[in-house]
């Protein structure tokens, strides 16, 4: 019963909530990004450039793909994570005008 308790505290955690939408929207994110992979509409999915920057190559292995899935997942967390600090600081309601912002500012600095 404490873990359900304790698991109910975590969920209202504005912070923790933050790394899980980062992690749901990056996981949206790699879906639409594999569909558009496999039609080949695009040449490389965003995990294979997590694989460069982890490993200095493109990953060819299965395990090098599941890895470099997951840092860019974990580091898509971490954005969300950022994001709910940032947005905790600036008051505004408009957080979806705010999220694109963010969104330019964290593509273009990469």
């Known amino acids: 019963m404490s873990f359900i308790v304790n698991l109910k505290k975590l969920s209202e955690d504005t912070l923790f909530r933050g790394f899980i939408c980062g992690l749901a ?3 949206l994110k790699d879906l639409i990004d594999y569909f558009l992979f496999s039609i080949e ?3 490389r999915v965003f995990w294979h450039f997590a694989s460069i920057l982890a490993f200095h190559k493109p990953p060819h292995e ?5 890895s470099a ?3 860019e997942l974990i580091f898509s ?9 940032l947005a905790q600081k600036v008051k505004t309601r ?4 705010l ?6 500012m964290v ?3 990469f």
């Open 77 to 85: 967390g971490f954005l969300g994570f950022i994001f709910v600090l």
């Open 25 to 27: 929207a990056g996981a």
């Open 107 to 109: 593509w273009f600095s």
């Open 69 to 71: 899935l997951f840092l």
């Open 62 to 66: 299965i395990l090098m793909h599941f």
């Open 41 to 43: 509409a695009k040449e």
């Open 99 to 104: 999220g694109i912002i963010y969104g330019t």
């Open 94 to 97: 408009h957080y979806l005008l």
